[in-house]
Nanobody, 126 residues
């Protein structure tokens, strides 16, 4: 079983909502840094939201602040990304990622994260 498995993507009209889930191996979830990234065709992978699982500290890409919420359910080892007021430009493949080390600061640097899910596609129609 892969250590990170995303689900919840799909197609939605602009203004709609989706909730992404990432089921994680327990070893990657306890006091870890975790994040959601996205990658649109022809573009670099960019960080969308991060969370320090142990402290509950979160950060967001400016363009999603107030619309997206990252959260973690430690009883289910599951990471979530609630996405509201979706825009066409939010369309991308979304990935969850985990840093296997004890989290001090979760960043949006791709190189911080060793483990990645397979991705789930989000398509927003205008």
């Amino acid at each position: 079983v892969p250590p990170l498995v995303e689900s919840g993507g799909g197609s939605v009209q602009a203004g709609g909502s989706l909730r992404l889930s990432c089921s994680a191996d327990a070893s990657l979830f306890w006091r870890n840094c975790m994040a959601w990234f996205r990658q649109a065709p022809g573009k670099e992978r960019e960080g969308v939201a991060t969370i320090n699982i142990g402290r509950g500290v979160t950060t967001y890409l400016d363009s999603v602040k107030g619309r997206f919420t990252i959260s973690a359910d430690t009883t289910r080892n599951t990471l979530y990304l609630q996405m509201n007021s979706l825009k066409f430009e939010d369309s991308a493949m979304y990935y969850c990622a985990s840093d296997s080390h004890l989290c001090t600061r979760a960043t949006m640097d791709v190189s911080q994260y060793e483990y990645w899910g397979q991705g789930t596609q989000v398509t927003v129609s205008s």
